[in-house]
């Protein structure tokens, strides 16, 4: 992965935040804008479209959950990350983050290498669902790797980032049960432990808004796509 191609926009009202964490994704070839005000940082998200976005929970003016909203209301920025930066570990703040569209939560302090190995994962996932060849159809739905797009009965649906890639994995093998682990480890590159319930929000939201009948819970296993 040439770092060199990804630009990431660190979002953080803390200066030295700002200026540690900008030092360390530009000494690994990122290109990197830095940005301590809610309503500049949105402007320059427009502006430069990162391939990713890095933001603080705690933002004076407008908080990290109604950057992520603005952010995701801008269909430029479809194709871009949103990463929770924060110090905030309780379960509802992680819960309203993925809700508002977050594509993952890392909880403060985190060594930089670690910080950096968890952003070149998402990137590379990115990188993954982008292939062209990528398009299946499955039970009425046609997955789009390529425009992250959803298509069911004719209806354009626009998915999350994080809700399309757990959706396509589930694709890649309907009536397969993936595991809770599996899930975790090939979307957001870590386990993600049972208390936490960020695959559940994400499963939750996708029946929102495709249906029940789509995705089949294994009661303390994992979930599998029905055909």
């Given at each position: 992965?040439?770092?060199?191609?990804?630009?990431?926009?660190?979002?953080?009202?803390?200066?030295?935040?700002?200026?540690?964490?900008?030092?360390?994704?530009?000494?690994?070839?990122?290109?990197?804008?830095?940005?301590?005000?809610?309503?500049?940082?949105?402007?320059?998200?427009a502006?430069?479209?990162?391939q990713?976005?890095?933001?603080?929970?705690?933002?004076?003016?407008?908080?990290?959950?109604?950057?992520?909203i603005?952010l995701?209301?801008?269909?430029?920025?479809?194709?871009s990350?949103?990463?929770?930066?924060?110090?905030?570990?309780?379960?509802?703040?992680?819960?309203?983050?993925?809700?508002?569209?977050?594509?993952?939560?890392?909880?403060?302090?985190?060594?930089p290498?670690?910080?950096i190995?968890?952003?070149?994962?998402?990137?590379?996932?990115?990188?993954?669902?982008?292939?062209?060849?990528?398009?299946?159809?499955?039970?009425g739905?046609?997955?789009?790797?390529?425009?992250?797009?959803?298509?069911?009965?004719?209806?354009?649906?626009i998915?999350?980032?994080k809700?399309?890639?757990?959706?396509?994995?589930?694709?890649?093998?309907?009536r397969?049960?993936?595991?809770?682990?599996?899930i975790?480890?090939?979307?957001?590159?870590?386990?993600?432990?049972?208390?936490?319930?960020?695959?559940?929000?994400?499963?939750?939201?996708?029946?929102?808004?495709?249906?029940?009948?789509?995705?089949?819970t294994i009661?303390?296993?994992?979930?599998?796509?029905?055909?």
């Amino acid at each position: 992965m040439e770092t060199a191609d990804y630009k990431i926009l660190v979002i953080d009202n803390d200066l030295e935040v700002c200026a540690g964490t900008g030092s360390a994704l530009r000494a690994e070839g990122f290109n990197v804008l830095v940005s301590a005000d809610s309503r500049e940082a949105i402007q320059i998200a427009a502006g430069e479209k990162p391939q990713l976005i890095l933001v603080d929970l705690l933002m004076p003016v407008l908080d990290g959950i109604d950057i992520c909203i603005e952010l995701r209301n801008n269909e430029e920025l479809a194709n871009s990350l949103v990463v929770f930066y924060t110090a905030r570990n309780e379960d509802y703040s992680q819960i309203a983050a993925f809700n508002a569209g977050a594509d993952d939560y890392i909880i403060k302090p985190v060594k930089p290498r670690v910080l950096i190995s968890r952003l070149k994962a998402l990137l590379k996932r990115h990188v993954m669902y982008s292939d062209p060849d990528l398009k299946k159809k499955v039970m009425g739905l046609t997955i789009d790797r390529e425009r992250y797009l959803i298509v069911r009965d004719g209806e354009q649906i626009i998915l999350p980032r994080k809700e399309f890639e757990l959706l396509a994995l589930l694709s890649t093998s309907p009536r397969k049960v993936f595991t809770r682990k599996e899930i975790s480890q090939l979307i957001w590159g870590y386990e993600i432990f049972s208390k936490n319930r960020t695959i559940d929000v994400h499963i939750r939201k996708l029946r929102e808004k495709l249906g029940e009948k789509y995705i089949k819970t294994i009661k303390g296993i994992g979930y599998s796509l029905e055909i």
